[in-house]
């Protein structure tokens, strides 16, 4: 981690020039260990923050520039203005801290101008939401030099908005939510309704999370997510002819779901079912984490995975694969697929001394049965963004 960090340093002063204090700002990646397509249906997820992380060396200016570099992008620098409109365009990559700037202005903030470099062990569109880590990032080191301490909560809207705004993606809450929120050792319980948080306490002595890339992009998702919506908008329409008081199938309960099986459309049925007892599973499942009960933690994340794969239909074989093929290992306590699906990752809840047997096991079937090798992070659950210097 030091070593990462002198570098960026000394990268930031090839590009910008020496002199000055240099803040370096860290915001992590994140995985969520279940409550999938439950965040739009106001329910439940409970995410962590994890080991990869974006790093963003930063110092203030004297006049109104921002300008941006990346190490993933070498040879690009972004400026804009602080003190006029903020176009977003070309580099598409600083969309996201652009974004930032111009929402932290929209709330009122007075900026300092800043020169900011970006590096990062976090996959670039992996799934582990290196974007919400550069919003948040960006904020915090605009934050930072500006003197300023904002609510972690405050800090995750402005960051859902300027992906919105300035990247086109119709991002819930989750990953900003985490990223500005999390603590280090702890998966957090989040109400999507009201944003009310509860930390669980992850043992690192018994307890390590996997996260497994398939490789496969998901090219489908974002069609098929507008058609879940849909169908989950058509569901609430249903069950608020029963009870007006139903604003989101986070008010609908497994019995009501049940009682409705004869008169909804199939399909519609079944995507309800998911996220009903999706939300179910989460509360559970953050309640037994908190009793250190693995086992039945691990039973709920690969129900939750075979709802995803038969009720909501979001999965793809890569996933499932995977899935089984985790929970063959000793000490593999639950394997789920995380994301938005169509591709992208899993989650493996494990003991530390299953990790090694995991990922081989993994690494040679996967590429036998796939002819591609999969991407494998195991971690701990890491802080929320911190001011490291
Ligand atoms: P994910 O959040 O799953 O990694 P997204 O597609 O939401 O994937 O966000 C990826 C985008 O975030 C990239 O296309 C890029 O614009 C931006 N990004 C991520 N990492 C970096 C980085 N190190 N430097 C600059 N931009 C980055
Ligand atoms: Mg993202």
Redesign the pocket.
């Known amino acids: 981690m030091n070593s990462g960090i002198t570098e960026l340093k000394q990268q930031f002063a090839q590009t910008f020039g020496e002199g000055g204090k240099i803040h370096v700002i860290r915001a992590p990646g994140r995985v969520n260990l279940i409550g999938e397509h439950t965040d739009y249906n106001d329910g439940f997820v409970f995410p962590m923050a994890i080991e990869p992380h ?1 790093l963003i060396a930063c110092r203030t200016r004297d006049d109104s520039s921002v300008r941006f570099a ?4 070498p040879g690009q620098i972004a400026t804009f203005q602080i003190d006029k409109p903020i176009p977003r365009g070309e580099p ?2 600083a ?2 801290s652009k974004g930032v700037a111009a929402e932290l202005i929209a709330a009122g903030i007075p900026l300092p101008g800043m020169d900011a470099i ?3 062990t ?11 880590a ?1 919003e948040v990032a960006t904020a915090q080191c605009f934050l930072t030099l500006a003197g300023l301490k904002m609510e972690p909560n405050r800090i995750a809207l402005i960051c859902q908005r300027a992906e919105h705004e300035y990247a086109g ?1 119709p991002v819930g809450i989750m990953d900003q939510m985490i990223v500005a929120s999390a603590k280090p050792n702890c998966a957090m319980l989040l109400d999507c309704r009201d944003l009310s948080k509860q930390f669980v306490e992850l043992d690192e002595r018994e307890l390590r999370v996997v996260i497994v890339n398939s490789m496969v992009k998901h090219e489908l998702s974002s069609s098929e997510y507008a058609v879940r919506r849909k169908q989950c908008e058509e569901g609430v329409e249903f069950f608020k002819k029963e009870n007006p008081n139903i604003k989101a199938l986070r008010d609908v309960s497994v019995k009501q779901v049940e009682a409705a099986k004869d008169k909804l459309d199939e399909v519609i049925y079944r995507r309800c079912r998911h996220v009903v007892t999706e939300n179910r599973r989460t509360t559970e499942a953050a309640q037994l984490l908190g009793k250190n009960q693995y086992e039945q933690v691990g039973q709920l994340m690969v129900q939750s995975h075979n709802s995803l794969r038969d009720d909501y239909e979001v999965s793809v074989p890569e996933l499932d694969f995977l899935v089984e093929e985790s929970m063959k290992i000793k000490g593999v306590y639950g394997a789920r697929m995380t994301g938005g699906g169509f591709g992208g990752c899993i989650v493996a809840l494990a003991q530390p001394r299953a990790v090694e047997a995991l990922t081989s096991h993994l690494m040679s079937e996967y590429e036998k049965k796939w002819q591609k090798k999969p991407m494998i992070f195991p971690t701990t659950a890491a802080a929320g963004v911190t001011v490291l210097e």
């Open positions: 974006v990346s190490s993933v992008f598409k990559w969309n996201y970006i590096t990062s976090l996959p670039v569109g992996g799934g582990l939401s290196s974007s919400a550069i993606v």
